[in-house]
Nanobody
Framework: QVRLVESGGELVQPGGSLRLACATS????????IGWFRRAPGKEREGVSW????????DYAESGKGRFTITRDNAKKTVFLQMNSLKPEDTAVYYC????????????????????WGQGTQVTVSS
């Protein structure tokens, strides 16, 4: 019943910006954490950021810290990832995922702890 749909991935030049969206349904939004992950060519899937559906607390991996911003719209049950100053190494398939439970800073980046995933959206940063 849980459904996650990512959108917003495109081809963009280095230094450009993109805003990804994750539309969610099928669960009580405020009881879960929603995370963004990515899988770059030749690399394992890694965590990017997460946001709490209850109090809106956020966290960022070092890869996007200072460049990425995660936000939420509780009424629309949608989570966004604003990505600025994009670099070629940001090229990846970006996924949103949902897990139940409480997260604290620096945690909740284990992909196996997220039982629900979207299909992903491709971000390509290239000249």
């Amino acid at each position: 019943q849980v459904r996650l749909v990512e959108s917003g991935g495109e081809l963009v030049q280095p230094g450009g910006s993109l805003r990804l969206a994750c539309a969610t349904s099928g669960f009580t939004f405020e009881h879960f954490a929603i995370g963004w992950f990515r899988r770059a060519p030749g690399k394992e899937r890694e965590g990017v950021s997460w946001i709490s559906g209850s109090d809106g607390s956020t966290d960022y991996a070092e890869s996007g810290k200072g460049r990425f911003t995660i936000t939420r719209d509780n009424a629309k049950k949608t989570v966004f990832l604003q990505m600025n100053s994009l670099k070629p190494e940001d090229t990846a398939v970006y996924y949103c995922a949902v897990r139940h439970g409480y997260c604290v800073a620096g945690t909740c980046y284990n992909v196996d702890s997220y039982p629900y995933w979207g299909q992903g959206t491709q971000v390509t940063v290239s000249s």
